[in-house]
């Protein structure tokens, strides 16, 4: 079983549900039994602070990537094997990806939006085949779901849209897939 790098993109709060962090927890949690390394965007707060928690209370390693405006509002954690300081958005995203195998998607707001899309668009343009994976928590992603099949269905992407991307139920489904994926 080889080591591998799993990038996380999710919210810096919470959300109102406690399913969404206890996914966190687990996914965390599954990174480290399984002996491989988070990537993520370097916060300490929301679910994006519990899946670090729970990914360095149980022994992995963690690269977080945070560029400087977001330093103090996403509360930058400090006690990571790497930390990476970028200066903008664009940087971030592409440090967390070129440092990654796989990316796992948690509930999260306009930013966790934004990198979906955008390796979505790189696979779809044929940068990369690396798995992209929803975790559904609670049905978070069904509406983003039911977006892309009518962004299918009025003709502005083949069906094959959906095959870059995998939507599971829990982070432990999230982990199985990468590791049938990868391993």
């Known amino acids: 079983m080889r080591s591998l790098s799993i990038c996380v993109f999710c919210g810096s709060r919470s959300g109102h549900k406690s399913a969404y962090e206890k996914a966190a927890e687990v996914l965390g949690k599954g990174l480290a039994d399984r002996d491989w ?41 400090t006690d990571l094997s790497n930390l990476v300081i970028t200066e903008n958005m664009h940087e971030r995203k592409k440090v967390m990806f070129m440092n990654s195998d796989a990316i796992v998607l948690l509930p999260g707001g306009a930013g966790s939006l934004d990198e979906f899309f955008e390796v979505l668009t790189w696979a779809q343009i044929g940068l990369h085949k690396k798995p992209i994976i929803l975790v559904n928590t609670e049905q978070y992603w069904t509406p983003l779901a039911t977006l892309i099949d009518h962004v299918i269905s009025e ?10 991307f995998d939507i599971v139920d829990t982070a432990e489904d999230a982990l199985n897939v990468i590791q049938a994926r990868l391993e």
Request: charged fraction near 15%; proline fraction near 2%.
């Open 37 to 77: 390394r988070l990537v993520y965007g370097a916060g300490d707060v929301g679910i994006m602070g519990s899946v670090a928690q729970s990914a360095q209370n149980n022994g992995a390693k963690a690269l977080g990537v945070i560029p400087t405006h977001l330093m103090q509002r996403e509360v930058a954690k």
């Open 155 to 164: 003709g502005f992407a083949e069906t094959t849209l959906k095959s870059y």
